[in-house]
């Protein structure tokens, strides 16, 4: 968990904890649809943390890795800018609704991701939101701990053998809402197989189970199409890769 002093001049208490309002290292935030998985098409507020050690080859994000003090920025700054950026800034959730009026975004679900968003305690960022009439939804590689508000929507991506050598936690799959795992080839079919063994013998709602082919290739598309009919999963595609939005 990373823990960061509070503004002193945005001091907030949550509803939900009674507890001071932590704040949070965010390199973006955007309005757009949800692309992947069970909200494809729904209008979303996207808040992208940074900071991630998990090391993905295929990862699309790369700069959102590293936390280089010195690349620390006002939100305006960010805000104003239309490129991927190391570049970030740190608000406290009440920060972030105004942030959300200040643009006049009108979506009513936040996507939390990364980065590896969980890297973060969630609680008090998912607590506030959800307590000012938003949705909220993680998108996590399940290889930290969750922490975030009980009714928050769970996705993860379980990163299997990445460089990072962290491994999927057995907690995080037992609070997954969905599974969503990118596949290129026949070995990330039993990598995942091999991910949800973890969850035998557990009598909690089973999640939500998504394949998603890397960069949308040929191959990737068949196998998963293939493996979704035949294990009765879901297919994601990258919907918003599709239709040119971010």
């Given at each position: 968990m990373l823990s960061y002093p509070v503004d002193k001049s945005q001091i907030t208490l949550s509803k939900t904890t009674g507890k001071l309002l932590n704040?949070?290292?965010?390199?973006?935030?955007?309005?757009?649809?949800?692309?992947?998985?069970?909200?494809?098409?729904?209008?979303?507020?996207?808040?992208?943390?940074?900071?991630?050690?998990?090391?993905?080859?295929?990862?699309?994000?790369?700069?959102t890795w590293e936390i280089d003090l010195n690349l620390k920025v006002e939100a305006s700054v960010v805000m104003a800018q239309n490129v991927d950026t190391e570049q970030w800034f740190e608000h406290t959730p009440k920060q972030l609704l105004d942030l959300f009026t200040q643009h006049g975004y009108t979506a009513s679900n936040i996507i939390l991701t990364g980065g590896e968003p969980c890297m973060y305690d969630l609680t008090d960022l998912s607590s506030v939101l959800i307590e000012n009439g938003y949705s909220v939804q993680i998108e996590t590689s399940g290889t930290y701990e969750i922490m975030a508000h009980p009714d928050t929507w769970v996705t993860v991506s379980?990163?299997?053998?990445?460089?990072?050598?962290r491994d999927v936690l057995k907690s995080a799959l037992l609070r997954a809402n969905e599974i969503k795992h990118p596949v290129a080839m026949e070995k990330h079919i039993e990598e995942l197989d091999q991910v949800l063994t973890l969850l035998e013998g557990s009598n909690t709602t089973k999640p939500l189970i998504y394949l998603q082919p890397i960069s949308q290739q040929k191959r990737a598309t068949e196998l998963c199409i293939k493996t979704c009919i035949a294990r009765n999963w879901r297919l994601s595609l990258q919907t918003h890769k599709f239709i040119g939005i971010e």
């Open positions: 704040t949070y290292k965010i390199n973006e935030v955007f309005e757009s649809l949800q692309g992947e998985g069970a909200h494809t098409g729904v209008p979303s507020i996207f808040i992208r943390l940074q900071g991630c050690p998990v090391g993905c080859p295929w990862c699309d994000t790369k700069h379980p990163k299997v053998n990445m460089p990072g050598k």
